[in-house]
């Protein structure tokens, strides 16, 4: 069987994650499901798709990921001078991916900066749509800044500093809920305990509490059934039941070094969720090892997490773990788990005989620091052995 993907190479170390990543998701496909196969069809984006066609973005792109169901792409650069603001952003809202799904496991043999870092087992569904990323804002002195300040001032009586920058942050019912539906559903088909609304409802209350509220109102008329609010929840009445949380934003972050293990999947408005998907990262080692997906309700693009890093670009030291995790995460949307949970093992075996990146062994006591394509090799070695 063909799968086809579409594969963005990347800025800065797309190029030498993909080496690796590539051959590494092929051989393990080849393993442990023969008879099923990749068709790479490569689309252009970034500095590369400058070169070529002079565009960040080109219509060629934009047009096969229109009818694509999935998409595996290296990281991305901000364009300079003008255009748009983040072509991760450009590509989440023109294809609607609204959920950013991040799973946080720790990798034994990772160096980390907390004591328990395998009590960190989290999936973060970040709404990636509006919040901040709308990027509804208008630039301090400008007209359209001293327009709504006015229209604010006169109309609502709001107290707004002469000269101030402006930003709208839009959160929608429709938006907040079909979000929260998607970490429900997620928990149900893992059979996980919890879903935990992260917000800052105490002082944004309509904002930031409607996505509360909603979330709360998704669980009770569409998963009444099977979930339960945490305030109501004995154990008698919660057996076999996914209990819905809520937590502060600021609280959530004391909570998730504190007892990280009370918590399986959290569901966030957008910048609640960039914050907390790169913290939950530090405390198992790193953007390195965390993989990503972009959701919309028919294309799914997996991503490395970390950025271009233009200093380690064309040196060959690049850590390829957060795309290789991508694209195991990848075949197990794919219907492939053997194959997925293959690549998970071939990383942790060579953890475990202490061959790393350069990144990865400054913090591993007799580590052995090796290149991106020799990491690749290690890997693929020890795929041959599992």
């Known amino acids: 069987m063909k799968h086809t993907v579409y594969w963005i190479e990347g800025d800065g170390i797309g190029p030498e994650i993909w080496s690796v990543a590539r051959p590494v998701i092929d051989a393990a496909m080849r393993m442990a499901d023969p008879g099923h196969e990749i068709e790479w069809i490569e689309l252009l984006a970034g500095e590369k798709a400058v070169k070529k066609t002079g565009s960040p973005l080109p219509a060629e792109t934009i047009d096969a990921l229109g009818s694509a169901s999935i998409a595996i792409k290296g990281p991305l ?42 009590h960190v087992n989290m999936v973060i569904f970040r709404e990636n749509t509006e919040d901040v990323y709308a990027g509804i804002e208008y630039e301090a002195g400008s007209a359209e800044a001293e327009k709504l300040a006015g229209f604010l001032r006169t109309e609502f ?96 972050f004391q909570e998730a070094l504190l007892h990280p293990e009370q918590y399986s999947v959290l569901a966030l408005p957008n910048l609640n969720g960039d914050y907390i998907s790169d913290a939950l990262a530090a405390q198992v080692g790193g953007l390195g090892m965390a993989p990503g997906v972009n959701l919309s309700d028919t294309l799914a693009i997996f991503e490395a997490t970390h950025g271009t890093a233009p200093t380690a670009a064309g040196k060959d ?70």
């Not at 450009?90 to 990798?107: E, G, H, K, M, N």
């Open 77 to 118: 650069g901000t364009p300079v001078g003008g255009g748009m603001r983040s072509l991760n952003v450009a590509l989440r809202q023109r294809f609607d991916l609204y959920a950013c799904i991040r799973p946080v496991t720790w990798y034994q043999g990772i160096s980390a900066p907390v004591k328990h870092p395998e």
């Open 157 to 252: 009586g709001a107290d707004i500093r002469e000269h101030s920058a402006i930003g709208i942050k839009p959160i929608s019912e429709f938006c907040s809920k079909r979000l929260v539906r998607k970490a429900i559903r997620y928990a149900v088909e893992h059979e996980l305990p919890s879903v935990t609304l992260v917000h800052k409802g105490n002082i944004m209350k309509f904002t930031e509490g409607g996505f509360r509220k909603w979330g709360y109102e998704v669980a009770h008329d569409e998963f009444g059934q099977l979930t339960i609010p945490e305030k109501e929840a004995t154990p008698e009445n919660s057996k076999g039941k996914i209990i819905i949380k809520d937590r502060i934003a600021d609280a959530m």
């Open 317 to 386: 030291i690049a850590n390829p773990g957060s795309l290789l995790l991508s694209g195991a995460l990848m075949l197990e949307h794919m219907g492939l788990p053997k194959a997925s949970e293959m690549i998970r093992q071939a990383i942790l075996s060579t953890i475990a005989d202490k061959i790393v990146t350069p990144d990865l062994a400054a913090n591993i006591p007799g580590a052995r620091a090796v290149s991106c394509s020799a990491y690749g090799k290690a890997l693929l070695a020890n795929m041959g052995r599992l």
